[in-house]
């Protein structure tokens, strides 16, 4: 937007929630696994669900000596042209307080044997704090990242999300790795602006003025605005830890 003008939109769609929401898929087609083990990895607070729930705010928080681990996900998409993707938002992370980097993969075998990254060199685009590093995405700052890149058209039924320490696989993170939701889709730029009359409002609900027996007046509030995200306030980027406790750098409202 500029000037609060509504210029040409671009729709970010996530196929993981939408497929769990209408039983196309189930929480058993997607897993968390260490690179180590090979076993499962149970978040030391969170469930692993919660990733996939679109609010970044309910997180996952993985041990720092987990090492590292990756999400694999089965679209159940045997079509090329219906496994489709385009971009990876993973937002409400604290992947520069934990040293945490990741990378994208895609193949039509669930082992990985001829894996695409996406991330390679050249092969995506930054758009949210996505700052590459030879096949790795290595955030600058806590809060969110998102990435695009070009339609994968085949080879594309499996994706698998690495996330290792900057040191490399053997190492520990800098500290627990939190992770508050995982988006993974298409996005899709329409062709031209909207031809509305659109108005900006920010609206404070929540709150209700209440008169006491003796006559006195108070504010009972239920709602004030989002809530904080595991590193920082929503939508925001920062490479301080905690940011969410400075409440004057809310956004508040909706």
């Known amino acids: 937007m500029t000037y609060n003008r509504v210029l040409t939109p671009r729709a970010y769609m996530d196929r993981l929630s939408f497929d769990l929401a209408n039983g196309w898929r189930t929480i058993s087609n997607y897993s968390i696994t260490s690179l180590d083990t090979g076993s ?7 469930s692993f669900e919660d990733l996939f729930d679109l609010r970044p705010s309910n997180y996952i928080t993985v041990a720092a000596n987990t090492e590292t681990f990756y999400i694999d996900i ?5 079509s090329d042209t219906t496994a489709e993707a385009n971009f990876l938002a993973i937002l409400g992370h604290n992947f520069d307080d934990a040293t945490a980097r990741f990378k994208i993969l895609h193949d039509d075998a669930s082992d ?24 790795w995405i290595d955030p600058a700052a806590n809060g969110w990242t998102l990435v695009t890149w070009a339609n994968n058209n085949t080879d594309n039924q499996y994706y698998r999300i690495y996330i290792e320490d900057d040191n490399g696989a053997a190492s520990d993170f800098a500290e627990a790795v939190q992770i508050g939701a995982i988006m993974l889709g298409e996005y899709i ?6 031809d509305l009359n659109l108005g900006f409002d920010i609206d404070y609900d929540g709150t209700n003025i209440v008169t006491s027996a003796g006559g006195n007046t108070f504010a009972n509030t239920s709602y004030l605005g989002s809530p904080a995200w595991a590193a920082t306030n929503p939508w925001v980027l920062t490479a301080e830890a905690g940011a969410e406790v400075y409440k004057m750098a809310r956004h508040y409202g909706r």
Do not use: L, Q
């Not at 089965?74 to 045997?78: I, K, L, P, Q, V």
């Not at 044997?113 to 092969?123: E, L, Q, R, Y």
């Open 40 to 46: 499962a990895v149970t978040p030391s607070s969170g």
């Open 112 to 135: 990985f044997g001829s894996a695409t990254t996406v991330t390679a060199s050249g092969g995506h685009t930054d758009v949210i704090n996505g700052d590459a590093s030879g096949d």
């Open 189 to 194: 730029d329409f062709p031209h602006s909207p």
């Open 74 to 78: 089965n679209t159940g998409a045997s």
